[in-house]
């Protein structure tokens, strides 16, 4: 029974949707308000319906009621309740249901945060978001309905993948699709600009918050499948540049160009039409990286559908969502007008490179991603493209967008000048250049890849400091430090963090790349390795019973100088319902080094083949992209956006539009 | 500078970013194509020398031996109809078993030994990689034309 509510809970949801897709568009166009007012309780009402959609999946996972096809399909009676419920996302049908969700749970924060909106530009945007969840709503009722019924009922389930059961599985995929859906808010604004016509600087103030907040949820949803995968595959490492990683980089990378692009347009009123274009380009990706991931094409741990007529509706929605968006931003853009000039030097005209060099990334990626499988599709046969490729491409792009990282905020809007931006940053680049060829130096191995890395994040820190120095010293709050630190906005502390983050994540990238020491041995009960300066002792294996698996856990020992430093115990596990082996690596973590240990094969008499790993800074990457969203974060409680949040209800006349908050 | 010499000197900023970038994109991808090839291909010599390239197919069953030093594995990829013989050294990915498909990567030495630098992980027990199932199909359907044995599908 429950099923079927939720089942019938979703045929609803459909309808309230394409209500909301229709009305409110068709009001604003007619200037009708009633119909234009319809937005707000159909978003909200949706909201509801897909949130007891959610509960009922929930409920039949939690009481294991295998006579629901996809539970019978992704869980099993053994399987503990965290996990159970984690697989709600488990696969296709159910992560189609999160998606949906969350999307549900953006409209329903647009329709609390937008009451400053102008109400044709709110229903245009609500109306957006209704019809993209039509598609994915009629996507669902259709060809992929969770909720579907497996008659006679299963005995038992077919369980969840091993390599998803782990806490990280819980929280990744929501944070990550919380970051794809979001990019459909800043899609839903871009969209109803080009159908008002109107785009103005306030509306690049409305829409940055959201695209940041999207952003920062990316951002950690794709650190943590890159932790997941670190941890959990037992490879030790950290980015494969697998077609389903680029996947999620692709937006990521739109949503970042957007950011950067959406603060000229909300500052100096250009880039209007580029950024409309990212806003489409972003949650193209978005929609794409779903798609590629979650339908079968890519094979993975993400793969699951290989259903013809699934393929067959994704092509078709992607066409229509992305050519529609092309067509009509064609047809409108001309109408909303390029934005005020500026020089070459100057902040726009940096930003402008950066961008076009984020664009040039996400291009070779998607080339990359996409040629293997265009190929196979066309029967020309079957190629792959090696990490070397996506490595060669990457490292030349980002340099030059570095070092434009670093000069960009220093330099004036509209027009720079050169000669003195190198005058005050030429101590920012003697520092980091000398520190950047000294440390590896010193460290006893230089290689001018890793000058190079280091060279950009001392490059970044460096010229944040001059930065920071400058506004500061510009400053005219009294009180000392603390009373100037204040006067800077949190806007400004956010892309100071965020770029700190950046240098962070490098350090992290070319400590890794460049001093990382892997071994595979063969190890007897007793016998010892020694790695990047710690001897690990194998004491043997012993077997532990799981709740769903048996493992054969090692023991080692692991010394320094003499001296114990940890003891590491990792698994090879045995699940029983899929009879698939698992390797549960050890991590010893810390904040200069991690230490891995994963276990291969046995060989004989006790003997294990083992994979030891030193790898210096490595949790400085994930670390960086915390810090990268933590910046985000506080840029978005910056107080020009609260200030335009209250505007409407003080109803304040035009006169405000241009107040800056002064100090406090 | 004039505002429209200012956009072209744009535009074309940009067209020279685009043009390095492609450059940069194709002289890679062009370098780091990794081709697929069936045991069938492999064994009649259709394959690149001094070349990583991907194989694929059935890891034949009883086919594998390991070296004393517990990290040297021999194996054989057969698609049905050839058989081509594989080493590598290191640890095997949790998935890797007789008698199921697998993916190398490497090079054809002399002597037709495949040498392994990866032997690719694939994530589920009931799953077959796209590669190693193509080359089955294909060498049944060659084998169905050339000779008309059947060569029964093992799975």
Redesign the interface.
């Given at each position: 029974m429950i099923p079927e509510i939720g089942h019938y809970a979703l045929i609803l949801a459909l309808c309230v949707a394409v209500v909301q897709g229709v009305l409110p568009i068709y009001g604003a166009a007619v200037g009708n308000s009633s119909l234009m007012a319809v937005a707000k309780p159909a978003a909200r009402g949706q909201f509801l319906l897909v949130l007891l959609a959610f509960c009922c999946l929930g409920y039949a996972f939690a009481e294991k009621d295998f006579s629901v096809l996809y539970v019978a399909a992704t869980s099993n009676s053994q399987l503990p309740l965290q996990y159970r419920l984690a697989a709600i996302w488990g696969a296709h049908e159910g992560s189609l249901l999160l998606w949906m969700f969350i999307l549900s749970i953006w409209m329903v924060a647009v329709s609390f945060f937008s009451t400053h909106l102008p109400e044709a530009m709110r229903a245009r945007i609500l109306g957006v978001m209704g019809l993209v969840s039509v598609g994915f709503l009629l996507f669902m009722l259709t060809v992929s309905n969770p909720f579907e019924r497996l008659i006679p009922a299963a005995l038992d389930g077919r369980d969840l993948?091993p390599?998803l059961q782990d806490p990280g599985m819980v929280i990744h995929p929501p944070m990550l699709y919380m970051g794809y859906v979001g990019f459909s808010v800043a899609f839903s604004f871009a969209i109803a600009a080009l159908l008002g016509g109107t785009l103005d600087a306030a509306w690049a103030r409305w829409s940055r918050p959201w695209t940041t907040v999207a952003w920062c949820f990316m951002t950690v949803g794709v650190a943590m499948g890159s932790g997941w995968a670190y941890y959990e595959?037992?490879?030790g490492g950290w980015w494969f540049w697998d077609p389903v990683e680029n996947a999620s980089f692709m937006p990521w990378l739109a949503g970042t160009a957007l950011m950067h692009s959406l603060a000229v347009t909300d500052k100096r009123g250009g880039f209007k039409a580029w950024s409309v274009l990212l806003a489409i380009m972003a949650f193209s990706l978005s929609l794409l990286g779903t798609f590629l991931v979650r339908s079968g094409v890519l094979?993975?741990?993400h793969a699951f559908a290989t259903d013809p007529k699934r393929g067959l509706f994704i092509l078709v929605f992607l066409a229509v969502v992305i050519g529609g968006s092309l067509v009509l931003y064609a047809w409108r853009a001309p109408r909303v007008g390029l934005g005020g000039?500026f020089?070459?030097i100057s902040r726009e005209?940096m930003l402008?490179?950066n961008n076009?060099?984020l664009i040039?990334?996400l291009?070779?990626v998607l080339?990359?991603t996409l040629?293997p499988l265009f190929l196979d599709a066309l029967d020309l046969?079957?190629?792959?493209?090696?990490p070397?490729?996506f490595d060669?491409?990457f490292l030349?792009?980002m340099t030059p967008a570095i070092f434009l990282m670093g000069i960009g905020p220093l330099a004036q809007w509209k027009q720079a000048s050169l000669p003195a931006l190198a005058i005050r940053l030429r101590w920012a680049f003697g520092v980091s250049l000398v520190t950047a060829v000294a440390v590896p130096w010193l460290m006893g191995q230089w290689t001018p890849l890793i000058s190079l890395g280091l060279l950009m994040a001392f490059w970044i820190l460096a010229t944040i400091a001059v930065d920071l120095r400058e506004r500061l010293l510009q400053a005219e709050g009294g009180g000392g430090i603390a009373g100037r630190v204040a006067t800077l906005p949190r806007a400004y502390w956010g892309m100071v963090v965020a770029h700190c983050g950046v240098a962070l994540f490098i350090v992290g990238v070319t400590m890794v790349k460049g001093f990382e020491v892997e071994q595979?041995?063969?190890m007897n009960v007793g016998e010892t390795a020694t790695l990047g300066g710690y001897a690990f002792r194998f004491d043997g294996t012993q077997q532990v019973n799981g709740p769903n698996y048996v493992a054969a856990r090692g023991t080692f020992q692991v010394s320094k100088d003499g001296r114990e430093v940890t003891m590491m115990y990792p698994e090879k596990r045995r699940y029983f319902v899929?009879?698939?082996?698992?390797?549960e690596a050890a991590i010893s973590p810390g904040l200069l080094r991690d230490l891995y240990v994963s276990l291969?094969?046995p060989?004989?008499n006790g003997?294990w083949?083992v994979?030891l790993y030193h790898k210096p800074f490595i949790d400085w990457i994930w670390g960086g992209c915390l810090v990268m969203a933590l910046g985000g974060i506080l840029a978005v409680s910056d107080r020009r956006y609260r200030l335009a949040w209250r505007r409407k209800e003080a109803a304040v006349p035009a006169t405000a539009q241009v107040a800056r908050p002064t100090v406090s | 500078m004039k505002p429209r010499q200012k956009r072209f000197a744009l535009i074309g900023l940009g067209l020279v970013a685009l043009a390095v970038a492609a450059a940069l994109v194709l002289n890679a991808f062009q370098s780091n194509l990794v081709f697929f090839y069936t045991p069938t291909q492999a064994a009649n010599g259709e394959v690149p020398q001094g070349r990583s390239f991907r194989i694929g197919g059935m890891v034949e069953a009883g086919s594998l031996t390991r070296e004393g030093d517990g990290l040297t594995v021999h194996f054989i990829v057969t698609d049905m109809a050839k058989r081509v013989p594989v080493t590598y050294k290191g640890i095997l990915p949790d998935l890797f078993k007789e008698g199921k498909g697998a993916v190398a990567q490497g090079q054809l030495v002399a002597g037709g030994t495949f040498v392994a630098s990866e032997v690719l992980a694939k994530h589920d027990e009931n799953y077959m990689p796209p590669e190693a199932a193509d080359a089955l199909a294909k060498a049944k359907t060659a084998g169905a034309q050339s000779s008309g044995t059947l060569v029964v599908n093992p799975r």
């Open positions: 993948n390599l595959l037992g490879w094979t993975s741990v000039g020089a070459i005209g402008l490179a076009v060099l040039a990334a291009g070779s080339l990359g040629y046969g079957k190629i792959s493209v090696g070397p490729y060669t491409v030349p792009l595979d041995v063969r899929q009879n698939q082996t698992m390797t291969g094969e060989v004989d003997a083949s994979r | -």
